[in-house]
């Protein structure tokens, strides 16, 4: 073994004698430190399981995230920090949204009975339907008008009066709306398109329930949609009858009398 070999193993031996760098000790020292500083912030905070899930409950139900109550209307929250869910909100919500359906149902009803007073043939052109969102009185076929025409016939005028005498205690927007098949009109009648007689025979029922029910002129709108809205093919007879139709759609803002 060289000389200078033999020097290199006898300094390390004795750097390792002397013991760890100087350097460990003050990091040591620090760790422990830390260590005290972390056990002295646990035993000063409170580890209350009940409030804890107190506060989440609280920012849960303020942004309206609940499941004890089924509810139609968008989740929302009126306070930002609540121990509970607003019951009394929800209660107020179910008994506005009870109340519309209970008085869009007798409504429908109402208008169901005025349509029985017709005869069996007349019954099965008529239809009424009430909707999650609206209720609809669908009259089909030539049971208003005559054909190419847009004059209201005069036994379906009774009716129409009962339908609006109905509508008049409700609250909320009516639309009338006119359908035709896709037969094209003859040259020599007045209407140029089937879209043109749609708008003139969706216009005559909507003058009529202004004129003669004193419903709102504010509340109806007149829509026609000529062919282009099918309820059913245009193959058919019976199809094109059901086609061939005026639709009286009451769109409730709230049916409360």
């Known amino acids: 073994m060289s000389d200078e070999l033999k020097a290199k193993i006898n300094k390390l031996e004795a750097e390792v004698s002397a013991g760890a760098p100087a350097w460990v000790v003050t990091f040591g020292d620090l760790m422990c430190l830390l260590l005290c500083f972390f056990v002295l912030l646990l035993s000063f905070s409170e580890m209350d399981k009940a409030i804890y899930k107190q506060v989440a409950g609280s920012l849960r139900d303020a942004f309206g995230v609940q499941r004890k109550v089924k509810t139609m209307q968008p989740?929302?929250?009126?306070?930002?920090?609540?121990?509970?869910?607003?019951?009394?909100?929800?209660?107020?919500?179910?008994?506005?949204?009870?109340?519309?359906?209970?008085?869009?149902?007798t409504i429908g009803e109402e208008l169901k009975k005025a349509v029985e007073t017709l005869s069996k043939g007349m019954k099965n052109?008529?239809?009424?339907?009430?909707?999650?969102?609206?209720?609809?009185?669908?009259?089909?076929?030539?049971?208003?008008?005559?054909?190419?025409?847009?004059?209201?016939?005069?036994?379906?005028?009774?009716?129409?009066?009962?339908?609006?005498?109905?509508?008049?205690?409700?609250?909320?927007?009516?639309?009338?709306?006119?359908?035709?098949?896709?037969?094209?009109?003859?040259?020599?009648?007045?209407?140029?398109?089937?879209?043109?007689?749609?708008?003139?025979?969706?216009?005559?029922?909507?003058?009529?329930?202004?004129?003669?029910?004193?419903?709102?002129?504010?509340?109806?709108?007149?829509?026609?949609?000529?062919?282009?809205?099918?309820?059913?093919?245009?193959v058919t007879t019976e199809g094109r009858r059901k086609n061939r139709r005026v639709e009286i759609i009451l769109k409730p803002r709230s049916l409360k009398k």
């Open 125 to 234: 052109l008529i239809q009424v339907e009430v909707g999650d969102k609206e209720i609809t009185v669908r009259l089909m076929g030539e049971t208003t008008f005559d054909s190419g025409k847009a004059d209201i016939k005069q036994q379906m005028k009774p009716l129409l009066k009962k339908i609006g005498s109905v509508l008049k205690k409700t609250k909320g927007n009516i639309t009338v709306s006119g359908h035709t098949d896709n037969v094209p009109l003859r040259s020599n009648w007045i209407y140029k398109s089937n879209l043109e007689l749609s708008i003139a025979r969706a216009a005559s029922v909507a003058e009529f329930l202004l004129h003669k029910t004193n419903i709102k002129p504010s509340r109806i709108a007149a829509m026609g949609y000529g062919e282009y809205r099918p309820q059913e093919s245009n």
């Open 75 to 105: 989740a929302k929250g009126i306070k930002m920090i609540s121990k509970d869910f607003d019951q009394e909100l929800i209660a107020t919500q179910q008994r506005e949204e009870f109340i519309v359906t209970q008085e869009r149902k």
